[in-house]
């Protein structure tokens, strides 16, 4: 069983930072791909970094270049550094990790970015 604990979500200005980091359960965390995705209010679920078990790291076009994706094995950790953040990454930011098929998610963490 996976479980998926998120944390460090919460209010900040425009051009501010958030660090929000994943904590896992389970065996063998360094063998998985780890992600954050994000839902915004009325819209999908988006994509908005990945990690793979080999250490490379994918991200959306809209976050490129402001928001970086790591992970520690050690840990069972995987942390979304954001920099200058806009109004516009508002969303619940959610960990995910897949495993034999199955998607695992956390219960999601409530950025707030304020203009």
């Known amino acids: 069983q996976v479980q998926l604990v998120e944390s460090g979500g919460g209010l900040v200005q425009a051009g501010g930072s958030l660090r929000l980091s994943c904590a896992a359960s389970?065996?063998?965390?360094?063998?998985?791909?780890m992600g954050w995705f994000r839902q915004a209010p009325g819209k999908q679920r988006e994509l908005v970094a990945i990690?793979?078990?080999?250490?490379?790291?994918n991200y959306a076009d809209s976050v490129k270049g402001r928001f970086t994706i790591s992970r520690d094995n050690a840990k069972n950790t995987v942390d979304l550094q954001m920099n200058s953040l806009e109004p516009e990454d508002t969303a619940v930011y959610y960990c995910?990790?897949?495993?034999?098929?199955?998607?695992?998610w956390g219960s999601g963490t409530l950025v707030t970015v304020s203009s």
């Open positions: 389970g065996r063998n965390f360094g063998s998985y791909a």
């Open positions: 995910n990790l897949v495993k034999s098929g199955v998607n695992y």
């Open positions: 990690v793979t078990s080999g250490g490379y790291t």
